[in-house]
């Protein structure tokens, strides 16, 4: 694939996460490109290539991604617009969860069922190693309490083979955290935040203070989009959309925060990564940050 990236300096700059591992901190959730409920092909494939394409040409170096979208739909998809990819481009992905027949999200964290997700990353990406790998844990949308010893241990393994370089938590607590700590470096977690959730502040702070990067998933609120009077009249104040000032609003709150806001379209990708360039004031970030209170 060719293509020219933009001269354009995204928002953020960029965060190492390893000596090997450097994001720009806008990253693209690529979730949106399944079919509806993340299930099944979508309904434009050229479209969604098409973004994918517009993403590397805006210069994101951060692609988050799972076998288990779809299934299989948004990694083939992937391959199929960006591979052989660019030394630059880092491509996140999830294990431990499957699709089920109905659309479910049911578990899958057995030692075996991870081996063969990777595997299957790695099959559809058309990689030969996994930049970084996220142990999903908890639900659709929050943790739940438990030892991840087993399955993280089991990721560990395979980091250990060569499978994969980097290794993360998703959907964890504070003290899942630190049990996967106890085991083995993580240089990420992805978890359920946004303006209105703050559920993560402290965690976030302590992850800050290690270099550990934190990823919000469902950054504009997920499944139910973000209702705030506070945002949309801080929004028009400045002259921005909701969507804008709450991604702007994540890059502000602290350094170690990598975006993934996920479309299907190349107009909304856009607009996603310029509208996390806005710089918001003072005024604007006490009024926002009262939101979740």
Do not use: C
């Amino acid at each position: 694939m060719t293509s020219t990236t933009t001269s354009h300096t995204l928002a953020g700059g960029t965060l190492t996460l390893a000596d090997d591992l450097t994001v720009t901190r806008i990253g693209y959730g690529a979730m949106q490109l399944a079919g509806p409920g993340v299930f099944g092909p979508p309904a434009d494939r050229d479209a969604a290539i098409a973004v994918l394409r517009r993403v590397v040409e805006l210069g994101i170096t951060h692609i988050d991604t799972s076998d288990f979208y779809g299934p299989y739909v948004t990694n083939e998809i992937i391959r199929e617009a960006l591979h052989p990819y660019r030394a630059s481009l880092h491509i996140v992905t999830k294990v431990g969860s499957l699709r089920d027949s109905e659309g479910g999200w049911p578990h899958a964290r057995s030692p075996q069922q991870l081996r063969a997700a990777v595997h299957d990353n790695l099959t559809r990406l058309g990689l030969d190693a996994l930049d970084l790998v996220n142990l999903r844990v908890g639900g659709i949308d929050r943790a739940e309490p438990g030892s991840i010893e087993e399955p993280f241990t089991a990721l560990v393994e395979l980091q250990q083979e060569g499978l994969i370089r980097h290794l993360g938590v998703s959907n964890v607590t504070a003290e899942q955290v630190a049990e996967a700590q106890s085991i083995a470096p993580i240089v990420s977690v992805q978890n359920s935040y946004n303006i209105a959730n703050r559920e993560d502040d402290d965690l976030i702070d302590a992850l800050a203070e290690q270099g550990i990067a934190y990823v919000p998933y469902f950054p504009l609120g997920g499944f139910t989009p973000l209702q705030s009077q506070t945002l949309n009249q801080v929004a028009a104040r400045l002259g921005a959309t909701p969507i804008s000032v709450a991604l702007a609003w994540l890059l502000q709150r602290s350094p170690n925060i990598l975006l993934i806001p996920g479309t299907s379209s190349v107009a909304h990708l856009e607009q996603n990564v310029a509208g996390a360039g806005l710089e918001l004031p003072a005024d604007a970030l006490a009024e926002l940050n009262g939101i979740a209170a």
